[in-house]
């Protein structure tokens, strides 16, 4: 099992997805994520028992994702439940709306949260043909 997934979490399988694709880009296309994102993200995911779990995606120096709070500063702090996470990064809820109905909340760099759009639809498997 990965060191980012949890138990009672269905968010970490997500992130752990993100992690694997974050680690099979090229050091091209990971510096150019790097370059185009800058930011260091931490969530703040509660799950439907109540318990709370961290996790950190780096895209300012290493492109890393990890499990526990951000090493130095977080830019950005984002705080809500994992269903809502769940329903981010598959698609099915916009990040927007999640922010203007409180189902997501952010402590720093606010604007810094919109570049996470197109970081969690790395792990989206992507159609063949």
Do not use: R
Request: aromatic fraction near 6%; charge should be positive.
């Amino acid at each position: 099992m990965s060191d980012l997934k949890v138990d009672g979490f269905k968010s970490s399988e997500h992130l752990d997805a993100i992690a694997k694709a974050v680690s099979c880009m090229s050091d091209a296309e990971k510096q150019a994520q790097i370059k185009k994102v800058n930011g260091v993200f931490q969530f703040q995911i509660k799950n439907a028992e109540g318990k709370e779990e961290n996790w950190t995606i780096d895209l300012k120096k290493e492109g890393t994702i990890y499990k526990g709070p951000a090493k130095g500063k977080a830019d950005v702090t984002i705080i809500l439940s994992d269903e809502t996470f769940v329903q981010l990064a598959e698609g099915k809820l916009d990040g927007q709306k999640a922010f203007m109905t409180g189902k997501l909340k952010t402590k720093g760099n606010m604007m810094l949260a919109t570049k996470l759009g197109p970081v969690l639809a790395t792990a989206k498997p992507k159609a063949k043909l």
